[in-house]
C-alpha cells in the first residue's frame, strides 16, 4: 500500500499542487490548511510522513511539530519560505527530520520524502549492516551503542534517538579520535548532501549532547574541532 502523507500548508493552491503531484507518483495524501487541522488528522489518521509549512494559522509549524514529537517519531519535513537559516535549524532542533525551502522542484521533494522514509524505516525495523565485524556493540564510558538492535545505552538505560541521530553517532563512534567535517557527517545519513545543509549538522550534534553527555556545554564524548568539524573521543 501507498504510503500516507499529511500535508499542511496554509496556501490552498501551493497546497493542491503538492497533493496532485505526490498521488501522481504514487503515495496518498491527505491536507489540512491550519496547525489545528494538521493535528486532528495526525491522530486519525496516523500518517507515514507529515508535510509541514512553518507559518501557518492557529498553531505554527513549530508548535505542531512540538507536539507531534511529544507522542510520536513520525518523519516530519518542514516547508518554509523563510530566508533566514534559524527558522529553518529551529524545526530540526525539535525535531524536524528535514527541511525544504520554497521555492523547491516537486520532483526533489518526492526524493526527499523516499529518502526520509526510507530511513525512518530501516530505523525502526532495526536493519544492521550485515557483516559480523559491523555488528559489534560500540562501547566508550557509560555509551553503549548495540548496532545488532540499533540502540544506544548511557549507564545501562536506553536513550531514545532519531535516525539521523543514530546515524552520525554511529558513524563518529565508530572511528574515535578521527576528525569529521560537516559534509563526512552529513554523507552518514543524506543521500545527496549539498553544502546549504551543512549547518544542520551542529544542531544534530547539539541534540545527540543533549541525551549522551552530563553537562552538555562541556562535552565528554563528542568534541568540537574549531573550523573543521567533531570528533568522538579516543577510547581510553
Same mark, same amino acid.
Given at each position: 500500500?501507498?504510503?500516507?502523507?499529511?500535508?499542511?500548508?496554509?496556501?490552498?493552491?501551493?497546497?493542491?499542487?503538492?497533493?496532485?503531484?505526490?498521488?501522481?507518483?504514487?503515495?496518498?495524501?491527505?491536507?489540512?490548511?491550519?496547525?489545528?487541522?494538521?493535528?486532528?488528522?495526525?491522530?486519525?489518521?496516523?500518517?507515514?510522513?507529515?508535510?509541514?509549512?512553518?507559518?501557518?494559522?492557529?498553531?505554527?509549524?513549530?508548535?505542531?511539530?512540538?507536539?507531534?514529537?511529544?507522542?510520536?517519531?513520525?518523519?516530519?519535513?518542514?516547508?518554509?519560505?523563510?530566508?533566514?537559516?534559524?527558522? $529553518?535549524?529551529?524545526?530540526?532542533?525539535?525535531?524536524?527530520?528535514?527541511?525544504?525551502? $520554497?521555492?523547491?522542484?516537486?520532483?526533489?521533494?518526492?526524493?526527499?520524502?523516499?529518502?526520509?522514509?526510507?530511513?525512518?524505516?530501516?530505523?525502526?525495523?532495526?536493519?544492521?549492516?550485515?557483516?559480523?565485524?559491523?555488528?559489534?556493540?560500540?562501547?566508550?564510558?557509560?555509551?553503549?551503542?548495540?548496532?545488532?538492535?540499533?540502540?544506544?545505552? $548511557?549507564?545501562?538505560?536506553?536513550?531514545?534517538?532519531?535516525?539521523?541521530?543514530?546515524?552520525?553517532?554511529?558513524?563518529?563512534?565508530?572511528?574515535?579520535?578521527?576528525?569529521?567535517?560537516?559534509?563526512?557527517?552529513?554523507?552518514?545519513?543524506?543521500?545527496?548532501?549539498?553544502?546549504?545543509?551543512?549547518?544542520?549538522?551542529?544542531?544534530?550534534?547539539?541534540?545527540?549532547?543533549?541525551?549522551?553527555?552530563?553537562?552538555?556545554?562541556?562535552?565528554?564524548?563528542?568534541?568540537?574541532?574549531?573550523?573543521?568539524?567533531?570528533?568522538?573521543?579516543?577510547?581510553?
Amino acid at each position: 500500500m501507498e504510503e500516507l502523507i499529511l500535508v499542511g500548508e496554509d496556501e490552498k493552491e501551493m497546497n493542491r499542487m503538492i497533493c496532485d503531484y505526490l498521488e501522481a507518483v504514487g503515495f496518498r495524501t491527505i491536507s489540512a490548511l491550519d496547525g489545528s487541522e494538521v493535528l486532528d488528522l495526525f491522530r486519525r489518521e496516523n500518517p507515514a510522513l507529515v508535510l509541514l509549512d512553518i507559518m501557518m494559522p492557529r498553531l505554527d509549524g513549530i508548535d505542531v511539530t512540538r507536539r507531534i514529537r511529544s507522542q510520536s517519531n513520525t518523519p516530519i519535513i518542514m516547508l518554509t519560505a523563510m530566508a533566514e537559516e534559524g527558522d $529553518k535549524l529551529m524545526g530540526l532542533e525539535i525535531g524536524a527530520d528535514d527541511y525544504m525551502t $520554497k521555492p523547491f522542484s516537486m520532483k526533489e521533494l518526492a526524493a526527499r520524502i523516499r529518502a526520509v522514509l526510507r530511513r525512518a524505516a530501516n530505523f525502526s525495523s532495526g536493519e544492521a549492516a550485515e557483516t559480523d565485524e559491523d555488528k559489534t556493540p560500540l562501547e566508550e564510558g557509560d555509551l553503549v551503542l548495540d548496532r545488532l538492535k540499533m540502540l544506544l545505552y $548511557k549507564g545501562g538505560k536506553a536513550v531514545d534517538l532519531t535516525a539521523v541521530q543514530y546515524a552520525i553517532l554511529e558513524k563518529m563512534m565508530a572511528s574515535p579520535g578521527r576528525v569529521f567535517n560537516r559534509m563526512d557527517l552529513l554523507n552518514s545519513f543524506q543521500e545527496d548532501p549539498w553544502e546549504g545543509y551543512e549547518r544542520t549538522i551542529d544542531v544534530h550534534i547539539k541534540n545527540i549532547r543533549k541525551l549522551t553527555e552530563a553537562d552538555p556545554s562541556h562535552p565528554e564524548y563528542i568534541e568540537t574541532v574549531w573550523g573543521v568539524g567533531y570528533r568522538f573521543r579516543e577510547k581510553s
